[in-house]
C-alpha cells in the first residue's frame, strides 16, 4: 500500500487557531485552540481540509474506509477501467497458514476467469462479479481535521483490522508532520490515557516523545 498527502489547507493550524480566537472573541488563539479541543468543541477544526492518494487498498479495506461519509472519495472504477495484472493483497495471517498455496491457486484462477470473460467480450462492469475482494484499488480520499480524528480513534485502534489500521496509522504520521497542533493526541483513545473499548487489546499505545 502506498499513502501519500497530496494537498492541505495552508498553514492549517493557524486557521483553525483563527476560528478558534474567533469563537471566543481571543487574541491568543493557539490557547483558544487547545480550549477548544480540550472541552470537545472541534468544530473549528473543520476549516483544515487533508487530501490523500492511496494506491493498492484491497476492495476489502475500501468498504470499511467509505463508512466513514464525512469525507468524500473518488475510486478507481472497475467498471470502465480493465483489471490487468495486480498484486492482490494477502493477509499475512493466510500467507503463513497451511491454506497459502491453495487461496493463491484460487485467487489465479478467478483472475484468470475474469481476464478471458472481458477478452471474449463480456463487458468489464459484468465481469468484475467475479472479482475477490483481495482486488487492489487506487483512490484520492479527502477529510477535514475534524473527522480525521475521529477516523484515527477508531481505525488507529489495535482491534481495528489490520490494513485498514496500517492506512490510518500512515495518514495519521503525515498529518503529525505537517500539522502536528492538530494531530499530536490523535490516534486510539489509549493515547489519551483511556481506552473506550468494551474489550481492550490489552496492548494500548503511549504517545510518542515530546508531545505532550
Known sequence: MRVELIAYTPKASG??????????DSQNGYRSLQHSMESGHESVLEHAVFTFRVEGLSRAALAQLTRH????????????????????????RIRNSEFYVEAGSLLEDVMNLYRRMVEAGIPTEDARYVTPQ???????????????????????C????WEIRCLADEMLKLCKETAPILFEDAGPGCVRGRCPEKRPCGNPKI????NK
Open 15 to 24: 486557521v483553525c487557531c483563527d476560528a478558534a480566537a474567533v469563537c471566543t
Open 69 to 92: 461519509r464525512l469525507a468524500s472519495f473518488s475510486v478507481q472504477s472497475q467498471r470502465y477501467v480493465k483489471i490487468n495484472d495486480v498484486d492482490l493483497v494477502m493477509p499475512e
Open 134 to 156: 483481495a482486488v487492489p484499488t487506487s483512490l484520492i480520499v479527502t477529510m477535514n481535521a475534524r473527522e480525521l480524528r475521529h477516523f484515527f480513534s477508531l481505525r488507529c
Open 158 to 161: 489495535n482491534r481495528a483490522q
Open 207 to 210: 504517545r510518542e516523545k515530546g
